[in-house]
Each structure stands twice: as C-alpha cells, then as structure tokens.
C-alpha cells in the first residue's frame, strides 16, 4: 500500500501539539495579555516599533513591540543577588539554564543600564527559527531581575526591568535613559536589521507551512515555508545557518509534488548549513527529510539507511530513560507538561532539559523516524522488522505520555497499513477508525481525513462488509472533491472496486453507481495539466461573454505565475555565492509582486466573483454524455496496483469494464511498444505488434461492439498510457510484416486526447469562444548559436557537454519547407512569420498573437531529460543580435505561459513535445504552458520524429483541417496518417508504414473543432 503524505520535522509537529493543546501550560500562561491590549509605553526598541509593557502574575511581564502578537520579551524576578554574583547567575543559574534549553548564548558580557545599573548582557541565537536573541540579567536593590527577547527589544527589555523594579516610575517609563549595547552586541545589531514584526511573520508563515503539511496540502505548504525562507534570508543572510530549518522544510514539500531537482538543490545547500545551525535537531532533520525524499522517489534502501541515521542523530539528544521507558512505567508523562513559575529559582536543571524544545523535537523526531522504518520495511518485505519498528514508536509516544490527536492519528493509521498487509482487515478497520476519530478532531475537513476514510473503506472491504465500506468510500471521495484535491490511483483504487462489488450486488442501482464511480476515478487524474487546462478553458468561456472578466482572470493568473517563478529565482540565487546584490534586487521584485497579486485578485473577485466554480476538477458522467457528439465516445482509463478500471461514454450510457493488467504491467507493456519504434544503431526494429494487441485487449478490447457506431474517440489515458499513441494499437490479428494492412485503431475512429474528463467538458464548452480573424502564424528556420554563447549559458565546468550539444543542434531544412508548405496553404504573408535571425525570444514575447488561430512552431525542443543542466522545457529559437549567451534563444515554459493567445490549435512540429515520462505528468511542461496561455488544442510529438515525414505530415494535415475537409484537427491529423499508411509502398517507401513514421502526432484537447472560423473560404 502507498504511504500517503510524507510530514516534515518533528520541530514542526511538536509546534503544531502545541498549538492543539498537547502541552499543559500552567494556569498562569493564559494571564498572557495580548499585543492589542492597553500596556504601559516602554519607549521604542532598536527598529523603531513601539513598545508596551502589559503586567503579569508573580512581578513577571510581557513586552510587545510592533504588530507582532506574541511577546518580543520577557521581564522576571529572580532572587537575592549582588553585583559581585551576578555575573555567575548569568553564566550559571536555572535561569541560565532554561535559557540554555531554547537558546545558544555566549558568554555574559558586563553593561550598566539605567544610569548606573550592573548587568550582563547574553547576546544568543533562537535554537529553533535561528533568530538573533538577547538575555539581560541586572542587579538593583539586592534582587537580580531577568529579561529575555528577540534582538531588536534589549532598549524596552532595560526600561522593563526598571518598571517591574519599581527604580523607573511607570509613567516616565517611555522616556527612560538607557545604555548602548557594547560594540559587538551593536555590530550584531547593524549586521542584522530586524524587527519584532519581521519575526512575527516569520513564525506565522512557518505556522502556516507547518498547519498546511500536516494536512498534507503540499502546494500551500511550500509557498508558506519559501516565503519564510526568504524573508528570513533578507534578515539574516542567504548563508546564515539559521535559514537551513525553513529550507529543509521547503526541499521536502517540493519532493512532496516530485520536484525532485528542486527539492535537491535545497537539501545541498541545507547539507553545508545544518552543522553549524543553533539547532542541534538539524543534522538529524536533514536525514530525515532525505528519507523522506527518497521515499518519495521510491528508493527504499536509501531511505531505510537515512532514517536509521536521523534516528540515532535524534536519539543522541534524548535522555536515554525516554526512549527506554515502557507505558506501564507512566514515568514520563510530565515530559510535555513540566512547568514552574518563571522566577523560581528551584527549577530543576534536569526537568529543564525535560521541557526543552530540543528534547520535545527530538522525541518525536525518534517517534516518526520508527513510524516510517516501519512503513519502509513493509515496503521491502520485512514484516517482522515494520512490526516491530511500529510497536517502538507506539511504546516510546505511550510510555511518554504523547497522544495527542495528530499524532497518534497517524501512529494507528501506520499500524492499519501494516495489519493490512499483514492479512488482518478487521485490526486495520479499527485503527482506522481511531485515525479517523483522531485526524477530525486534530485536522477537521482536511486531506488525512479524506485518505484515512478512503483507506477504511478498503480495510472495510476486505473484511467483507460491502456497505460499510462503500459509506467510508463516499465520504472520503466527498470530502477530496470539497477540498478540490486529488488521490493516487493505489489509494482510491480499492474504492473503485467497492463500488463496482456494489454495483454488482445491486443491479437495479448499478448505473447510479458506476457513474460515482466514474467520478471517484478522475480524482486520480487531479495533475497540474489537469487544473491549468481548467483554469484556461473556464478564463477562455468567461471571455466569450465579457472581454474584461477574461481580461481581470488572466491577470490574477499571471501575477500569481509571476510571484512563483520571482520566488523560484530566489531559490536559485540563494544557492549562489556572493549572490547579495541580485538577492536585494529579487527581494524588491517580491514586494512588488506581491502588491500586484493582492490587487490582481481584488480585481479578480470583482469582475467574476464565480470563477472558481467554473474550474472544475471533476465533472458528473451526465455533463460528458450530453457534451458528446451522436457518434463520439469517451474513454476514460484508470490504471491501479491491482487492475485498470475502464469507463466507455457514449449514446447516454456509462458502461464500465475492468481489465487485469495493474499499473506496473501497463507501464511495461508501453516500454515494450516504445522501445520497438525507437531507432537503433541497426535502424528500427521490428514492431512489438503482440504488447501493443495487449494493450488494446486491456483498453478497448471490451467495448469492442460499442465502438462499432464511434467516428470520433476522446481518451483519457492514466499512468504509462501518456506515452503511448492509441492510433498504432491493432484492433484485430496482425503482423509486424506487414504493416500497411495492419487494423490500426486510427482506421476506425479520429482520436484525440484530454488529461482528464474535466478538461473534455471545459475545452468543449470553450469551443467556438476565439475572437480571433487571422488564420496561421508560423515560426521556425532558427539560427544555431556559437559554442561560446552556450558555453556562457551552460558552465563547462558544471555541464560539460550541454553547451557542445546544444550549439550542435542541427538546422532543419524540412521545418522551413514545412513552414513554406503551410504559409501557402494560409495566404499568409511576411508579417505572419518569425523565420530565421528574426526568430528569437524577444521577438516572440513582442509579437501580437491573440487574432491568430493557428500557431505553428516548427523547429527542435528539449525537454529537462534531453540536455545536461536543462532547468526546464524549452523551444529552440534563434539569439538575438549580438547576444552574448544563448539565454534568449530559448523559449521556455516560463516565457510561453507570459503570451497572450487566442488560438483554436498550436501545432508544436518538433521531437518529444507531448508526453510525459513513464507515469509521470500528463503533458510536457512546453505544452501546458500553451494551454495556459491561451490555446484550445494541440498538435504534438511523442517521440523524435523524422524532419522529412513530419514536414509531410504537418503540412498534409493542415491542408485537409483548413479545406474543412475531414472534421477538425484530429480528423484531419488521421486523414494525412491514414494517406502516409496507404501509400507505403505505393510512391512513398515502404517502411513508412511503420508506426515511427506516422503515429508520433496527437491531438490534446478539443481535437473535433474546426480550427478555423473561416476554414475553406
């Protein structure tokens, strides 16, 4: 069973018990008067934020500055003192050491302050945040008095003392004199400008990340944990080890959504700060969220090693009795609750080093570190070890006293995993049960709740109990569609089959059920193309009704795209050396982005105050039906660890099928046909006629009599199926041999593609909706650079080969005859085309290409995986005049997702611009970024496709689409493939036949509409 959500630090989560209520703070901590509340003026602190002082029991008080609400210091007193003691109760006290147990501090340095007033003042450093921090211990009157706060409050911190002392009469409190800080406490100061409302923000936007992790909304989570990155390394410096916390929390959540490289570059940097942070939970948290990552990316060994080694790093921090304590013992349950008045100089130290947050981390860091060794040995076949790895975990939270909800949601919710590997339905339905209790009282409404349900459901049906199961189903399929998420197939494929069970059982409901059961399925397909496909085709509709409201939409969109790609840069930069005038110049891009999201999405709201109603991820089987043309079918395919599940649509009817090939088999039998149609050193090899029959049997194959009355057939591939033309499956017996007879589907029916049922219905919706006249734009005919511009953009030093490689990108004469071949067919003139030394990357951005239907690039494209050092799609492009480097010669994903389009089809004529990878995303990022952008369909490759045969193809296919001949871009896609086919042999070679030749283009989208308004005429 997949593991399901993987949390960042146990630093994170022990902030999050907190806030829950797992501590039990004394009754005194809520006499705690917030920032709001009327206090006495104790002056400015050092950035220039107000200051009061609010009173607390036992003498003690609070100082807050700024708008930050939570204390910026603290004001206590201590017992008798001296001036000659004072210095050995700042360097060694229980004060000193409950200091210790948050803090880093050096040693005390001796100050007067309030005009004569012996002191010592502790400059220090936050254990957990890595905020500067400074303590103050002053003699007055035999009494030592204690203060403590962020950097920034020491002048409000002196005049505090003198208030609670009663040496500073409390109305002239505000005007106190005060001492300046010694030279290095003031060099600290001037290094490290902050204020109390910097800090504020900084730990409300790690609550925030941390709230948004455990709920396992990734996305959210990692805009809150880099947004806290980056303010943190404003303040503080991009090589501060302070930093390395948030951007270990980054790096995790970007593997959460396999950002793989992303996430690395983070760790790498996190590697070399993590030994010389003030948090000593760092080094093991770095272990842990490797693990983590490695978990993510399905490498168990690794991952087992990193948690092994996070473990002992944590465990070297605990007093070695927590760790050997047994529940029964019940000698630990103080450990979160341990507490004193904060002036009692009787605290002991080891009951200090009980309640210190290192320990509390670390504690639960050990906890997590065996809850997923026990999930990773399941993984690899070690029932014995997962089982006694989960039993640790559960003795070492009980003998401690730890249960709270989140976390003992997850501890029972690990054991159901296990027990249901184990063969034990029932136990695991209990624990879940309790998990289930457990995450709504923790995380009410959210993700975890959602996942625990759905895997109820399917404990639940394993022991039988088909209803039940079917109610645990629904509310957790209910609840994802609430909170618009999606699931793995290997979560909500045990659902699947419960519905089918029900169906099965109750015939009379059985079309009710399957079409919940269409639904339930999409939920696997929630991708990143899916939603941005959404979000285009809602803005696309909403402009054929009112310009404006596209126009506000699009806007909201953009700066939301700006703002990410801004903080991207940043992260990249931070990884830099001696990167600070470039970091000053993105942080002021930040500020000013920000500004113009807020006010994009006012102006959002006020146009189409609907709009995200209109995005929608899943979409009833009724609106596919009543959207299908008479002789149009869908075909929606979901692959599982188990079996696929098949969904036909057509003629008013969900019919549904299960095949027996799973996830894995389905992924193989696709290498298999994609390996048979990739040239080797010997030429191709022969087709893999059998797998690609195979597939069809596990796809088609039963609706076989249905597709008899199909002209047209829109799939919805899930997992491996991305990757694979539908058109080169043999609908019948066949033979590698001969090719040109063979039952190709493309002989039976046009095909085109969609992500998801969601993107059929809102593509379709959106059809007839351009506003553009002009028929055809074209690009192409680029100029390959000179070795020294890739080399300026590719290091030799980090990608030796990457800068040779791409400056010996070949030019592509065919593409120009293609170009030719389509600007005839379009009347298109000079003005229609970016060609040769004036196809360059600014010159597209510059280009107006909103009235153009038809957007035509033909020429190569790399992909992440085809170049070393590649950071994202690109299309190649000719350098500007003059360039020093091949920057501007590439036209990324970024830069497409900034044009302004309008157009029904974008023809992207190069290699490799459709498919994901083996189970990966639905689209290249390269063709996403067009949907965003503005496109309704698109024509793209599978493979690398041979210059001369593509250029034919292309150029075949638009022909037929603008004579209106053959019934939009998919129909007109299969006339020229079906004419390539019939002529092997027959004026054309006859190996053309084969499917390298002809089968690599598809349609993604809405391939039925006519791309042209004026097609024909």
Not at 413 to 430: K, Y
Not at 527 to 533: A, G
Not at 1000 to 1016: N, P, R
């Amino acid at each position: 069973m997949r593991i399901a959500g993987f949390i960042h630090t146990p630093a994170a989560l022990a902030l999050l018990l907190t806030v829950a209520g797992c501590s039990k703070p004394p009754a005194s901590a809520y006499e705690q008067a917030s920032s709001t509340s009327t206090g006495l003026p104790v002056g400015q602190n050092s950035a220039g934020e107000g200051c009061t002082l609010q009173r607390l029991a036992d003498g003690r008080a609070d100082i807050y500055c700024g708008s930050w609400d939570q204390p910026s210091a603290h004001v206590q007193i201590g017992g008798a003192a001296s001036a000659a003691t004072l210095p050995g109760l700042a360097a060694s006290s229980p004060w000193r050491a409950g200091l210790d147990a948050a803090y880093v501090c050096e040693a005390p340095q001796p100050a007067r302050i309030l005009d004569g007033v012996p002191a010592e003042i502790l400059p220090c450093t936050q254990r957990f945040g890595g905020w500067p921090y400074v303590a103050l211990a002053a003699e007055i009157d035999g009494k030592v008095y204690y203060a403590d706060g962020v950097q920034p409050a020491l002048p409000a911190m002196q005049r505090g003392i003198g208030v609670v002392s009663g040496r500073v009469p409390a109305a002239a409190a505000g005007q106190a004199g005060v001492a300046q800080s010694d030279q290095l406490l003031a060099q600290r100061l001037a290094a490290h400008a902050f204020s109390s409302g910097d800090v504020g923000q900084y730990d409300a936007l790690m609550a925030l990340g941390a709230q948004a992790n455990q709920a396992e909304n990734f996305p959210a989570a990692v805009i809150a944990y880099r947004a806290a990155l980056a303010l943190q390394q404003k303040k503080l410096g991009a090589d501060n080890p302070g930093t390395v916390i948030p951007m270990l929390a980054l790096g995790l959540n970007l593997s959460n959504q396999g950002l793989y490289a992303q996430a690395q570059a983070q760790f790498a940097t996190a590697a070399a700060l993590a030994p010389r942070a003030s948090d000593p939970t760092a080094p093991a948290v770095l272990r842990y969220d490797e693990a983590l990552d490695a978990l993510n990316q399905g490498q168990s060994q690794r991952a087992l090693a990193r948690l092994q080694e996070a473990r002992q790093a944590y465990a070297a921090l605990v007093p070695p009795a927590l760790l050997q304590a047994q529940p029964q013992a019940a000698q630990n349950n103080a450990l979160f609750s341990i507490s004193a008045p904060a002036g009692a100089d009787t605290l002991l130290a080891d009951q200090v080093t009980l309640n210190s947050p290192v320990t509390q981390a670390a504690l639960l860091g050990v906890i997590e570190c065996w809850r997923y060794q026990a999930l990773v040995l399941e993984r690899i076949g070690d029932r014995a070890g997962s089982d006694a790895a989960i039993a640790n975990a559960r003795r070492i939270a009980s003998a401690n006293g730890l249960e709270p909800p989140s976390l003992d949601a997850r501890l029972d919710r690990t054991r159901a995993v296990l027990a249901s590997a184990n063969g034990q339905p029932a136990a695991a339905a209990a624990d879940l049960a309790r998990a289930a209790a457990s995450f709504n009282d923790a995380l009410p409404g959210s993700r975890p709740v959602a996942q625990t349900d759905l895997l109820r459901g399917a404990a639940l049906a394993q022991s039988g109990d088909t209803q039940a199961a079917l109610s645990a189903c629904r509310d957790g399929i209910a609840l994802l569609r609430k909170l618009r998420l999606g699931g793995t197939a290997g979560l909500i494929g045990p659902c699947l089959d419960v519905y089918a069970k029900a169906a099965t059982d109750d015939p009379a409901r059985a079309g009710t059920l399957h079409s919940e059961m269409f639904e339930a399925a999409e939920l696997t397909q929630g991708s990143v193309t899916t939603q941005e496909i959404a979000q285009a085709a809602a803005r696309l509709a909403s402009s054929a009704n009112d310009p404006k409201v596209a126009s506000a939409i699009r806007a909201q969109q953009d700066a939301q795209h700006r703002l990410a790609d801004l903080y991207q840069q940043r992260d990249q930069a931070a990884h830099t050396a001696n990167n600070g005038a470039a970091l000053a110049r993105l942080d002021k891009d930040i500020a000013a982005a920000t500004a113009r999201l807020q006010q994009a999405g006012l102006a959002e709201q006020a146009a189409a105050p609907n709009y995200g109603q209109l995005v929608q991820q899943v979409v009833p089987a009724t609106e596919v039906l009543k959207l299908l043309r008479p002789d149009e079918a869908f075909l929606g395919i979901t692959t599982t660890p188990r079996h696929s599940w098949l969904f036909f649509l057509h003629a008013g009817r969900v019919d549904v099928a299960q095949a027996n090939e799973t996830d894995r088999g389905m992924a193989r039998l696709v290498k298999q046909v994609r390996a048979s149609i990739e040239p080797g050193t010997n030429g191709l090899p022969a087709f893999d006629m059998a797998d690609a029959a195979t597939i069809y049997a596990d796809t088609l194959g039963p609706f076989a009599a249905q597709m008899a009355g199909v002209h047209d057939l829109v799939v919805a591939p899930s997992g491996a199926l991305l990757a694979l033309p539908f058109a080169l499956l043999p609908t019948g017996p066949a033979s590698a041999t001969d090719l040109a007879h063979a039952p190709w589907l493309i002989r039976q029916t046009t095909l085109a593609y969609v992500p998801a049922a969601a993107n059929f219905v809102s593509l379709r919706r959106a059809e007839g909706t351009s506003a553009a006249k002009q028929p055809w734009f074209g690009f192409g005919d680029f100029r390959p650079v000179s070795l020294a511009q890739a080399q300026a953009t590719y290091s030799p030093a980090a990608c030796p080969q990457a800068a040779a490689e791409f400056a010996g990108l070949p030019q592509l004469p065919y593409a120009k005859l293609e170009l030719q071949a389509a600007s005839a067919i379009f009347g298109a003139g000079p003005q229609d085309e970016l060609l040769g030394a004036g196809f360059t990357v600014p010159d597209v951005e510059k280009a107006d290409l909103k009235n153009f239907q038809i957007l035509h690039f033909a020429t190569h494209a790399l992909l992440p995986t085809d170049l070393p050092c590649q950071a994202e799609p690109a299309i190649v492009t000719s350098a500007p005049a003059g360039a020093a480097s091949a920057d501007q010669a590439q036209l990324t994903t970024s830069d497409v997702m900034g044009l302004k389009l309008d157009a029904n089809l974008v023809v992207l004529s190069a290699c490799n611009t459709g498919g994901g990878e083996e189970g990966g995303e639905a689209l290249s990022g390269l063709a996403r970024s067009f949907f965003f952008a503005g496109a309704r369909a698109m024509l793209v490759t599978q493979w690398s496709v041979n210059d001369q045969v593509s250029a034919y193809l292309v150029a075949d296919t638009l022909s037929r689409l603008h004579a209106a001949s053959a019934g939009g871009a998919a129909g007109s896609l299969r006339a020229a493939q079906l004419a390539l086919i019939s002529g092997a042999g027959k004026g054309f070679p006859a190996q053309i036949a084969d499917p390298f030749y002809w089968a690599a283009f598809t349609v993604i989208g809405d391939g039925g509409a006519e791309a042209l308004s004026g097609s024909g005429k």
